[in-house]
C-alpha cells in the first residue's frame, strides 16, 4: 500500500498556498508520501493501490472526475463548490461518492447536496482544524501582528492590470472603478497606525513561479509563523482556521457577497471572532466586543469551538490510515 498527498495546479496568474496548508494537514497522518496526487488529475492515476485523504475543494477540472480505482479515498472535510457540483454528481459521480461514503465534509452546503442525491454525508469542519503539530509554546510568542489577504475578493491591482485583457475586462465590468475600496473599507475597522506596523502577507503569489518542493516549504513557514504571532487578521480561512489549531488569535473579516464563496462558509463562520463587512457601503458589525477600530492593543480570545470538530477528524484519519 501506498500513500498519496494532493498537490494542485496553479491558475493562469496565481497559486493559493491555502491549498498546499490544507495538504500539510493530511500529510501530519500519513506514515510516508510515496506519491503527490494531483487534485485536478485523480481521473488518470495508474500505479498502486494508494491511500489518499481527499480533503479540500473539488473541483477544477470536472472532466477527470471521478478518481482513479487505484485511489483508496478517505472523503474528509470535502467541499463541493456550487460551480462543479452539476458536473460532480453525473450518476458516476454519485455512484462513486456513494461507493465511499460516509462523505466528511468540510461545510454544511457540501453536506445538504450530497444528501439530496442520497449520499451519506455528514459535517466534519476542516482539517486545518488539526494543525496542532505546529503549536509552539507561549513563551514563544512575538508581538507581531499579521493581516493576510483582508477583503481579497474585492478588485486588486495585481488582478486588474496583471494584463492587458485582464485591464480591459476590469474597465467593462467596473472593477477598475472599486480599486481604491479595500483600502476605504479596511480602514474604517483598522487603525492606521496599526495598518503601518502590521505585516502583510499574501497567500495568492504568481503562478509558474516556484516549485511544488518551494510551494510546501512556503505552507510551513506560514504556519511557524502564525503560531507566534501575537494576532492575525484575515480573509482566508486557511489562515484563520490553522491559527485556531495554533491557539493564535485570530480576527476573520467576511466581506464576501457572492455565493461561490459563502457557500464555502457554512457551518465554519461561527468559529471565528468575526468582522463582517458590507462589501457594497463599508459597513461593518463585529461578533465580539470590539471598541472603536482594531489596533495593536486589541485582545481577542478564540471561541475554542473548534476542539469538537479536530478531535474526531484526527481519530477517523488516524483510523483510515491504520486500516490496512
Known sequence: MKYGLLK????????????NIQSLAAKQF??????????????????EKT????????THNIHNWVPSDDIDPLF???HMNNTA????????????????????CRDQFTVDILKAKGIDAYFTGCLT???????VDDSERNETIYIVDPLYNYPRKEKVFYNFKAFIRSILNGKI??????????????????????????????????TDEE????????????????????????????????????IFVNGFDSFVDSCRFDGILDLFNRIDVNAKTGDYKANFDLKGKIDKNTMVKNFEKHHKLASPLKKRCRDFINNL
Open 215 to 250: 510551494k510546501f516549504e512556503m505552507a510551513e513557514s506560514l504556519l511557524k509563523k502564525y503560531a507566534r504571532a501575537k494576532l492575525v487578521i484575515t480573509s482566508r480561512i486557511h489562515c484563520a482556521l490553522p491559527c485556531l489549531a495554533l491557539g493564535t488569535p485570530v
Open 129 to 135: 482544524l488539526t494543525l496542532d503539530t505546529y503549536k
Open 177 to 210: 472603478l472599486n480599486l481604491g475600496k479595500k483600502d476605504k473599507h479596511i480602514k474604517k475597522f483598522i487603525d492606521k497606525e496599526l495598518i503601518k506596523s502590521a505585516i502583510f502577507i499574501n497567500q495568492e503569489p504568481p503562478s509558474n513561479t516556484y
Open 76 to 78: 474528509v472535510s470535502f
Open 30 to 47: 500519513l506514515p510516508k508520501v510515496d506519491v503527490f496526487l494531483n487534485r485536478e488529475r485523480l481521473g488518470k492515476y495508474k500505479g
Open 8 to 19: 494542485y495546479d496553479e491558475n493562469k496568474r496565481f497559486f493559493n498556498v491555502g491549498d
Open 85 to 104: 457540483a452539476p458536473f460532480m454528481l453525473s450518476s458516476q459521480g454519485i455512484s462513486y461518492l456513494k461507493k465511499h461514503e460516509p462523505i466528511g
Open 51 to 58: 491511500k489518499l485523504i481527499a480533503n479540500g475543494w473539488f
